[in-house]
């Protein structure tokens, strides 16, 4: 038998060998599932199976990118480069480029990002005449996405009753209009977001017979890794591909199932055995990352969940160190006893910067941890920050590239239209778009035909410029590659030039930052052929555009790099560190106060806990402080519900008390609002239940949480009859301030990050605070 089956435990054998029909494989953390997926593939492909019938779908590119290299090492040759594996966003654009035509969008049609999705829909709300402060972008945006990754088109969104009355609810009636509105004018700009990747597949696969056949037959082994991360839109997709030959493989594990608020289902891999007959189980307990302790804590936090498939994680490795429970007074000395704890690790234990991850519930958190790393020079990687395909200057230079590849990119256009300036105003740009609205044609359509809209003479010539240079460029795409395209429109629009202009320090690091991007652009265009795709396909630069656009924040970083990594635990999935600082225990912060109105949110925090837990291999640290400043309020904290459900066995409390286009129906016949409710898939918990059993009662007997109130009592303050918040951006020591609950005050210091700064503000009657800027209203006085 092959060396690759002799390196297996015995359920990971079982789960390898097994070829055709169902199966599920329920992986417990660290327990080797990316190994067993990447040698079940090797394996079908050693057995004679075609690399183009097998389809392997991940969550990250990185895993994609990981699995891909773990198998040609196992094989030791090149045939895992026709093997379609990928992100279900990455996998389904490559397929809806060549079958685009069928839906009625070009093959070139644009992939717009989050940023670019949320500006389409602040333009339509625009438009419609509704209040942006009241339909806020973001929140409509998020909306139309879950409606979206619950298969509701705008047409069924704005027939289905309970939506409707959800939306009244919010006094936000007109987002069905607004949906409706969106749709279109993403189909006029021959574009797609991230969710329609999704949407567009499966109407591919539910209208078109043909599509549906050829693609059956393509993919006869289907392979989803993170299963219980799939949403509705996703799961209809796997039943439709894989109807056909029901090879389908699915991994994951229900304890790590975290992602509800982004439309994943945990029902989806509870109830896989009822999606098909005789499906084989395969469950993976052995864990091979963390120590004993470790394993046996997550064991003991997750036991109180419900909804889950039994199982019992395991290790040969080491006992190893108990969990350190960690007190502070406050989330500044909690910040600062973590850095001085990898400081003390580094040289104590001969730990690298890379060994280490200070994980928490939400992003707010990380201000104080970067100050105590940066105060000692240890170096730190934080990922959720401001990403760099999200730059201004490079979403400039794309937005250039995008219409050369796809003029109807309304987005893009309106963008680089005027930039650097050419002469043409915002009045004749509004001018433009109005009349592409009235005549139901493309901005670019529009721009073409200038003479005929009436363009003043002036306006006139630019116009015709611009429509002329981005034709040229546009000829290039035939026998230029993505780089020699991009150096030229650099150079053509004196974008470049105009940066390299500007020698202020802000604008050398726009100027580097479109020197990086091009010289990516460079790398891009040498590397080699992969994924069986013609060589000058993939030098393209439309290729390339589709693949930075869905890049994530992880993608960009570099995972060896010796940092100390910070991020939120969400985005720490699937990763794994020597020592770990869980931070932030606290009632009303993990678990989050959002999430504890119902046991299903609740225990879906619970399996946020355990997956912290799993990321550490030999070190744990929980942190909490007893006082954390949020939203400009000082307050108190009680410790988690969840440290008490670690056995005191496993923990170390000697630092405890420490002081220091189809608009229709896109689904099938459950109502629309109980498919983006969860309501067509069944609960959780009851099929859990009717499956299991139920688990014994835990009687729950501590008082119901009050939320804490401030230190010191505030003498409420009448703000003045004209406070209007002023930008603080550029607040000063010494300036005069007026707070509309702590009255009046003068700026005593400033701290904090760039992005999160804090002032101290000694007030008139009511003593210093601390004023986070960003989210406190404050009226420079003088």
Not at 233 to 256: F, P, R, W
Not at 461 to 483: D, G
Not at 744 to 771: L, R
Request: aromatic content about 10%.
């Amino acid at each position: 038998m092959s060396d690759y089956i002799n390196g297996l435990n015995e359920q990971q054998r079982e789960a390898v060998l097994h070829k055709d029909g169902p199966i599920m494989i329920v992986a417990g953390a660290g327990s080797g599932k990316t190994k067993v997926l990447t040698t079940r593939i090797a394996h079908l492909l050693a057995q004679g199976v075609d690399a183009f019938n097998i389809l392997a779908l991940t969550f990250t590119n990185k895993a994609a990118k990981e699995m891909k290299e773990r198998i040609e090492k196992i094989l030791g040759n090149s045939n895992a480069r026709s093997l379609y594996i990928g992100t279900f966003h990455s996998v389904f654009a490559r397929v809806l480029r060549g079958e685009a035509h069928r839906l009625g969008y070009p093959s070139n049609f644009t992939i717009y990002d989050t940023d670019d999705a949320k500006s389409v829909v602040k333009t339509v709300i625009n438009e419609l005449n509704l209040d942006d402060k009241h339909y806020k972008p973001n929140v409509v945006y998020n909306r139309i996405s879950q409606a979206k990754n619950s298969l509701v088109g705008p047409a069924e969104y704005a027939n289905d009753y309970a939506i409707q009355q959800e939306d009244m609810r919010a006094n936000r009636p007109a987002i069905a209009q607004i949906y409706a509105a969106y749709a279109q004018r993403c189909f006029k700009n021959g574009a797609m977001d991230f969710d329609d990747l999704l949407i567009k597949m499966y109407q591919l696969l539910k209208e078109h017979p043909e599509s549906l056949h050829k693609f059956q037959h393509k993919f006869k082994y289907i392979l989803i890794d993170e299963y219980q991360d799939t949403n509705p839109a996703q799961y209809e997709i796997i039943k439709l591909l894989g109807a056909a030959h029901e090879n389908v493989c699915v991994v994951g594990d229900d304890a790590q199932s975290i992602y509800s608020f982004r439309g994943a289902t945990i029902e989806n891999i509870l109830q896989f055995q009822k999606d098909y007959d005789d499906v084989k189980v395969v469950k993976l307990e052995q864990n091979y990352r963390s120590t004993q302790s470790i394993i046996k804590a997550a064991n003991e936090v997750i036991r109180n969940n419900k909804g889950q498939i039994p199982k019992n994680l395991w290790t040969d490795n080491a006992e190893g160190e108990k969990i350190r429970l960690v007190r502070m007074m406050t989330d500044n000395e909690e910040g600062k006893f973590v850095a001085d704890t990898i400081q003390e690790q580094k040289l104590r234990n001969h730990f690298n910067n890379r060994d280490f991850a200070i994980l928490y519930r939400t992003n707010a958190q990380s201000r104080a941890f970067e100050e105590s790393l940066r105060r000692m020079a240890i170096p730190y990687t934080m990922y959720g920050g401001v990403s760099f395909y999200q730059r201004k200057e490079i979403k400039d230079l794309i937005a250039y590239l995008r219409i050369i590849v796809n003029p109807r990119d309304e987005e893009s256009l309106k963008r680089i239209i005027n930039y650097p300036t050419r002469g043409i105003g915002k009045t004749s740009i509004d001018r433009a778009v109005l009349a592409a609205n009235e005549h139901n044609i493309t901005l670019w359509e529009v721009l073409e035909k200038a003479r005929e809209f009436g363009f003043k003479a002036g306006t006139l010539e630019a116009v015709e410029n611009f429509v002329l240079m981005i034709r040229s460029f546009a000829s290039m795409l035939a026998t230029k590659n993505a780089y020699e395209v991009a150096t030229h429109v650099g150079k053509q629009t004196n974008l470049v030039k105009e940066l390299f202009n500007d020698k202020t320090t802000e604008g050398l690091a726009r100027y580097e930052n479109i020197q990086e991007l091009l010289n990516s652009i460079k790398e891009f265009t040498e590397r080699p052929d992969e994924d069986g795709v013609l060589e000058e396909e993939v030098k393209g630069l439309g290729n390339y555009l589709q693949q930075i656009t869905l890049l994530t924040d992880a993608d960009e970083k570099d995972p060896n790099a010796d940092t100390v990594k910070l991020m939120t635990i969400h985005a720490a999935k699937g990763l794994e560190f020597s020592c770990v600082f869980a931070a932030g225990l606290e009632e009303m912060l993990f678990p989050n106060a959002m999430a504890i109105n119902t046991r299903e949110e609740l225990e879906e925090e619970r399996r946020l806990f355990y997956v912290v837990i799993t990321r550490a291999k030999q070190r744990l640290w929980i942190t909490y402080a007893n006082t954390r400043y949020r939203f400009g309020q000082l307050v108190q904290n009680e410790p988690s519900r969840f440290i008490e459900e670690i056995p005191s066995d496993f923990l170390d409390r000697s630092f405890a008390g420490g002081g220091a286009r189809n608009q229709g129906t896109f689904g099938d016949n459950k109502s629309a609002y109980d498919r983006m409710h969860g309501g067509s898939f069944g609960n959780a918990a009851s099929q859990a239940e009717k499956k299991y059993g139920p688990p014994p009662a835990k009687k729950d007997t501590r008082p119901a949480y009050v939320p804490p109130k401030p230190y010191m009592k505030t003498i409420e303050h009448n703000p003045s009859p004209d406070f209007v918040a002023s930008d603080t951006s550029a607040l000063q020591i010494g300036q005069k301030v007026e707070h509309q609950k702590f009255g009046f005050g003068e700026v005593v210091s400033m701290e904090g990050s760039a992005h999160n700064p804090i002032a101290t503000v000694k007030f008139q009657y009511n003593g210093e605070k601390k004023i986070m800027l960003n989210y406190a209203k404050l009226r420079i006085v003088e």
